[in-house]
């Protein structure tokens, strides 16, 4: 079978910079039936500082890392890239890497940084066009305290809906090298939960995770390269295979393992692990969050998401995330996830792992003139000490639509203001039938 297969050469300039993580994502892209079968591979590198620019060369041509969070200490800054209409029908892309070792000291002995990634862009005899990649993503490093029992359970989705599952990266694939994974730290592949039990402060330090994440289907499907072969893939073969590779750092012990003393404990709002969210391209969905702890002083929210997120502080222990996507992420998921970070003289603690995933509806839905519409109006009193004249409207009706979409309307409703201050109504329409 001809296999086309693109290497990806991330030439490294800067000796410096030492590896954190990474975490890459792809979507298919472009007009299959004309047998283009293109992708948009999304990555996040995890590195140093973000004073090192890590540039490098796909095919010749240099490729630009965003930002997305740096943490304030400098210990680490992650940064997103993003490549299209890059790759051909069926291909393995191998990631080799020259010049980035991982920071030093790394307690279950990985010095170099590899990984490999398969990106499968065949369509799927299920669904007619080609596979989505399973989602997740991560801050560069997670810390725990060496005596606090802790679950660090990774947010894993597909888009096609196929069954995924993580596992420790495997040497003789060359996923990583060494692939030993952390003494310190066990696995569960259904879930993707790195459970760790307390330890005694010889284990304290920096280990590497190395996982790979894989979707399968729910049932055999064969897979066709255009105008080409057939390939059957049954319900235990992955279709694609993404590298997940980061830090947990075991810190010395704290004097309390209760949530909200010297580690951050989350308030409300602040969203479960796991919620699905809804926004429209252009339109900007804003997350607040919101943390305390007694014994400690919160210095920062740490976050993974898309480099077009931003974050403001709106207060002692809360954060907003704010995301206005673009059209080029229309009908796509992404990950979003994050740590609130406390510190106490030069210890740094961290709450627990939280992700949401964000699912970008193309535009507004304009109503058909062949489909019933419902439209009504609600009324809603709120009383705050702020300037309700001075609210961002967009960001406002957002969270009212998530809202009344938590109760069970359909997720094509459009919401409208349509009185202002001191009473604001606010109007509700559909077209949908159900
Ligand atoms: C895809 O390409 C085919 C053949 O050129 C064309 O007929 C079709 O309209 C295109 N579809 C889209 C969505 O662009
Ligand atoms: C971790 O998960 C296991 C299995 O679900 C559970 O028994 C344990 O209590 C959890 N530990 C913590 C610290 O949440
Ligand atoms: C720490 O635990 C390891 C393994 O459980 C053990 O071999 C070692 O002796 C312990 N060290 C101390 C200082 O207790
Ligand atoms: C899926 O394919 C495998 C290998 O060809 C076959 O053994 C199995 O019976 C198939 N399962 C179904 C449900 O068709
Ligand atoms: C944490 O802070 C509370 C309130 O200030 C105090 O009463 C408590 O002793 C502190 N706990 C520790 C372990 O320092
Ligand atoms: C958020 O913070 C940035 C600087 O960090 C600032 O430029 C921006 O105006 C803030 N946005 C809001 C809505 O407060
Ligand atoms: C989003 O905004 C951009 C720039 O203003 C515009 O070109 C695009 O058409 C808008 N997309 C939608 C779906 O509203």
Partial sequence: MPLSALVLMLLVCSVQ???????????????VSTGSSTGILYYKLGYSSCLYSLPYSIGGQTLVLDKVD????????????????????????????SGLNWIFGIKNGIVSFKIQALVELRIRSDIGKANTSPQTTIIPAIRVPS????????????????????????????????CTPPSVLSLSPSSCTLSFSPTNSSDEGPYAVQLMIEDF????????????????????????????QFVVRVDPAVPSCTEGLFLPMFLPPTPAHRTQLYTYVNQTLAISIK?????????????????????????????????????????????????????LGAAKYHSELRCVIVTVRKALPTPSPNTPEYVAALKMKFSSSMDLSKINTNVFLNQIKQKLQSYGLPDDISLRLISSVPQIGVTVSSNSTT
């Fill in 291 to 343: 943390a305390q702890t007694l014994n400690s002083t919160i210095s920062e929210l740490l976050f993974s998401a898309p480099h077009t997120v931003t974050q403001n502080q709106t207060g002692p222990g809360q954060f907003t995330l704010r995301w206005t996507p673009s059209d080029s992420v229309a009908e796509q998921s992404h990950p979003i996830c994050f740590v609130v970070q406390a510190v």
């Fill in 17 to 31: 910079a030492n590896f954190y993580s990474i975490v890459v994502n792809y979507y298919p892209l472009g007009n």
């Fill in 147 to 178: 005596n606090c029992p802790r679950n660090l359970s990774l947010l894993m989705f597909d888009p096609d809906g196929d069954i995924v599952k993580c596992r420790n990266g495997d040497a003789s694939l060359s996923e990583c090298s060494p």
């Fill in 217 to 244: 289907p729910r049932q055999n499907i064969t897979l066709t390269q255009t105008n080409g072969p057939q390939t059957i893939i049954t319900t235990n073969d992955a279709i694609s295979k993404m590298p997940v």
């Fill in 70 to 97: 740096e943490e304030s200490r400098g210990e680490w800054c992650q940064t997103e890239g993003v490549i299209s209409r890059l790759f051909s029908s069926n291909s393995i892309f191998p990631i080799p890497v």
